[in-house]
């Protein structure tokens, strides 16, 4: 299994419908909106790297999706 | 589905105390049965002598699998697979847990064997809040904050005056009980629990139904040596009427019904307990006293107990109660900050010793090392956020591989279920 952060930019008001249609997508395990040098934080878990190129297709072909950036999880360790 | 996991924890956890109060009601009226009534020893090993067969059953009936997934993984918890063996890495959590689980449920089947009215009997536990906080700034990496603090004496408080009873006598006996074996047992079995949740088994989250299994395994293992150390000691022969109670149909089909009943509420609890601190979760069962009412007043009308109180200034005293612990739960709810901390370092230093650094700090919750514009993402919670600055960012600049970060605060979130 693979995780990865996609790290998102918007255009500026298309976040709400941006969202509902992130939450369709399979392999989208948590998405945040966050207020900083990005909008969205999108959470990606992937069988293949393959799987993980149409998670980032999807997201980019979302309107008002302005650019992605894919950080792979290489090793993590968490509480939950 | 995706939703927002705040939401997730606070049904799973109020649902648990929902159930919970259902079975405190069906516990009332079993241990008001003459088999149990003088014998709380053998109503605690009948409880899980029962609940291990019962449990073992629901287990197994939820290890079928149904259009290629399991009915515990659709219905219970997404991460259960199928029944399986304890872990060597589980061991020492679930003797604990058991042990804990195993004084705590004697000295609660005590009190229910000593009092009638279940919303009374809930009242005192509920300041188990109290010393899960205590006990989380030693064990856990996150220390109460003052809202913390506030929201659980909120609760604790409200609980007390939730439950409390103007006809009931006070007894000392069952108030010591609570105060000395029920809170601090229950305490640590809440913590031994969620670090079982929060626990990887194969590479996959620990699962709730497991987990519950094998707790009432270790739990019915603790029981009987403790019973059976207590009639040796006493030449008694508790253990032997626990088992022969156990076997008699009538009282078999009781205690299973209330077991099998637990089991969903347990299972829903542990699951919560990997999403939330146990402190909060035990803030939120506080619930199980407003839902404890209704079940009270059903066993009123049906002539179980009789000790319920209908008096105005008893009923004000009582909604008061249930206004704080909602004020209390809400606080609780509405005072958390989270945020990404986006993290590049120096090149040429080891990623695990920073990644263990990281760690370190109070308030992270994930550190990922990742591949691409950043080394580390870092996610952290907190109440305040000052307590950010003064817990997370101070620490972030003491270490000096960190060459720059940014912090991004999550203003909402969801998360897949």
């Known amino acids: 299994m693979i995780s990865a952060y996609i790290l998102i930019t918007m255009h500026p008001g298309k976040s709400d419908k941006a969202i509902k249609e992130m939450r369709q997508i399979d392999n989208v395990a948590k998405i945040s909106i966050i207020a900083g040098e990005y909008d969205i934080v999108v959470r990606a878990q992937v069988k293949n790297l393959e799987e993980l190129l149409d998670v980032t297709d999807k997201l980019q072909m979302i309107e008002g999706v302005n650019k992605t950036t894919t950080q792979i999880i290489e090793k993590e360790i968490s509480l939950q | ?417």
Not at chain 2, 103 to 127: E, K, R, W
Request: positive net charge.
């Open chain 2, 1 to 417: 589905m995706i939703i927002r996991k705040k939401y997730l924890f606070y049904v799973l956890a109020i649902t648990s105390s929902f159930i919970a109060a259902g079975v405190t009601g069906i516990d009332s009226f079993v241990g008001s049965q003459s088999a149990f009534k003088y014998d709380p020893w053998a109503f605690a090993f009948s409880l899980f002598f029962i609940g291990a067969v019962i449990t073992l059953l629901i287990s197994l009936v939820l290890s079928i699998k149904f259009k290629g997934k399991n009915l515990g993984a659709k219905i219970l918890d997404p991460s259960f697979k199928q029944l399986r063996m304890i872990k060597k890495s589980e061991i020492k959590y679930h003797l604990i847990a058991g042990l804990m689980n195993a004084i705590n449920t004697v000295g609660y089947c005590a009190i229910v064997s000593m009092v009638q009215d279940p919303s009374v009997i809930l009242s005192f536990s509920q300041i188990v809040i109290l010393y899960l906080l205590l006990m989380e700034s030693i064990t856990e990496k996150d220390v109460p904050t003052l809202v913390e603090v506030q929201s659980s004496v909120i609760v604790a408080f409200g609980a007390i005056l939730a439950s409390i009873s103007l006809t009931g006598e006070f007894q000392l006996l069952p108030v010591l009980i609570v105060f000395l074996v029920v809170n601090p047992t229950w305490a640590v079995f809440s913590i031994y629990q969620r670090k079982l949740k929060i626990m990887k088994i194969n590479n996959r989250p620990n699962d709730s139904i497991n987990i519950r299994f094998w707790n009432v395994v270790f739990s019915l293992l603790f029981t009987a040596v403790l019973i059976l150390i207590f009639d040796l000691f006493t030449s008694g022969s508790h253990l032997i009427a626990g088992f022969v109670t156990s076997i008699d149909p009538y009282y078999f089909l009781l205690l299973a019904l209330t077991m099998g009943t637990t089991f969903f509420s347990y299972v829903l609890y542990i699951r919560s307990l990997g999403m939330g601190k146990a402190s909060v979760n035990n803030a939120i069962r506080a619930s199980t006293i407003i839902f404890a009412i209704p079940f009270s007043i059903l066993l009123l009308q049906l002539g179980i107990i009789t000790e319920f109180s209908t008096d105005p200034v008893m009923l004000i005293i009582k909604i008061i109660g249930m206004v704080l612990i909602i004020m209390g739960i809400i606080s609780f709810a509405l005072a958390v900050v989270k945020a990404y901390i986006f993290i590049d370092v120096e090149t040429g230093t080891p990623l695990r010793e920073t990644m263990n650094k990281l760690w370190d700090i109070r308030g992270v919750s994930h550190v990922s090392i990742t591949s691409g514009k950043y080394d580390f993402i870092v996610k952290v919670s907190t109440r305040t956020l000052m307590k950010g600055y003064e817990r997370i960012i101070k620490k972030l600049n003491e270490i000096d591989e960190i060459k720059k970060y940014h912090w991004e605060s999550v203003l909402k979130d969801w998360e897949k279920i």
